[in-house]
C-alpha cells in the first residue's frame, strides 16, 4: 500500500506561482511512476502531468512551459512548480501513483485546493 498527501495549496494571484508538494509513504520502491491530476468546478477530472521512476516528466499541453514536476527521491516527496499562473488553473490537484504503466492510477491522495484570483 502506498499513502499518498498533498500539501501547498492555498491562493494566489494571476501570474503568481506556487509549489505543491506530495509525500509518499509505504511501497512506494513498486511504485512505476507518479503524478498529478486537476478537478476545477464542473468539470472532469484531468491529468495534468507525470513523472516515471526514471525521473521523465511529461505534461498535458496548457501546462507545458509553466509548471514543472520534479522528484526527491531521499525524502519520497514529488513537487509540482507551477508559474505564471491563470484562473482556469483553479482547480483540486490530486496526487496519484502507478504501479505499472496503463490507464487509471493505482493510488490518490486526498487533493489540496489551488485557487488563482485576483
Known amino acids: 500500500q502506498v499513502q499518498l498527501v498533498e500539501s501547498g495549496g492555498g491562493l494566489v494571484q494571476p501570474g503568481g506561482s506556487l509549489r505543491l508538494s506530495c509525500a509518499a509513504s509505504?511501497?512506494?520502491?513498486?511504485?512505476?511512476?507518479m503524478g498529478w491530476y486537476r478537478q476545477a468546478p464542473g468539470k472532469q477530472r484531468e491529468l495534468v502531468g507525470t513523472?516515471?521512476?526514471?525521473?521523465?516528466?511529461d505534461y498535458e499541453d496548457s501546462v507545458k512551459g509553466r509548471f514543472t514536476i520534479s522528484r526527491e527521491n531521499a525524502k519520497n516527496t514529488m513537487y509540482l512548480q507551477m508559474s505564471s499562473l491563470k484562473p482556469e488553473d483553479t482547480a483540486v490537484y490530486y496526487c496519484?501513483?502507478?504501479?505499472?504503466?496503463?490507464?487509471?492510477?493505482?493510488?490518490w491522495g486526498q487533493g489540496t485546493q489551488v485557487t488563482v484570483s485576483s
Open positions: 513523472i516515471t521512476r526514471g525521473g521523465s516528466a
Open positions: 509505504g511501497t512506494i520502491f513498486s511504485l512505476y511512476a
Open positions: 496519484t501513483a502507478w504501479l505499472q504503466r496503463k490507464a487509471v492510477p493505482d493510488y
